[in-house]
């Protein structure tokens, strides 16, 4: 079993990196011509895909959803489940740009502009001209 959650949590990673990332893949649509498409396009396209994958390992049988509670986030593949799996990472991702974005902040704030005197005095008459 500790195989599997590791296979799991791989499959699980490179479907939210690629939702991330807005990976796309050719595609062949039902008219047959070929196109492209996001690999991973919303929560409800990454729930289908973990749970097409844990069936295909055999982790769970595809019987074993009629009889899960969909709501009990501690039931592997169940609703809940992959949605808590999904929201964390939307999450963790939306934190780590704003801890990154906070942090251009601070350096762009504490490194002020530096100009040479003439560029600056130059600056300065403009500034008055326009009072």
Same mark, same amino acid.
């Given at each position: 079993?500790?195989?599997?959650?590791?296979?799991?949590?791989?499959?699980?990673?490179?479907?939210?990196?690629?939702?991330?990332?807005?990976?796309?893949?050719?595609?062949?649509?039902?008219?047959?011509?070929?196109?492209?498409?996001?690999?991973?396009?919303?929560? *409800? &396209?990454?729930?289908?895909?973990? /749970? !097409?994958?844990?069936?295909?390992?055999?982790?769970? #049988?595809? +019987?074993?959803?009629?009889?899960?509670?969909?709501?009990?986030?501690?039931?592997?593949?169940?609703? *809940? &489940?992959?949605?808590?799996?999904? /929201? !964390?990472?939307?999450?963790?991702?939306?934190?780590? #740009?704003? +801890?990154?974005?906070?942090?251009?902040?601070?350096?762009?704030?504490?490194?002020?502009?530096?100009?040479?005197?003439?560029?600056?005095?130059?600056?300065?008459?403009?500034?008055?001209?326009?009072?």
């Amino acid at each position: 079993m500790c195989h599997d959650l590791e296979k799991f949590d791989a499959y699980a990673r490179e479907l939210l990196d690629a939702h991330a990332s807005h990976e796309i893949e050719e595609v062949i649509a039902p008219d047959g011509e070929k196109a492209t498409a996001l690999k991973v396009a919303n929560r *409800a &396209h990454f729930t289908k895909l973990m /749970r !097409d994958f844990i069936i295909s390992e055999g982790m769970v #049988r595809i +019987e074993d959803f009629k009889f899960m509670d969909q709501d009990d986030s501690a039931a592997f593949g169940s609703l *809940a &489940h992959l949605h808590g799996i999904y /929201r !964390d990472d939307r999450e963790r991702r939306y934190q780590k #740009r704003v +801890e990154s974005e906070a942090s251009h902040e601070t350096q762009r704030c504490s490194n002020p502009l530096k100009i040479d005197p003439e560029t600056k005095e130059k600056l300065l008459r403009e500034l008055r001209g326009l009072e």
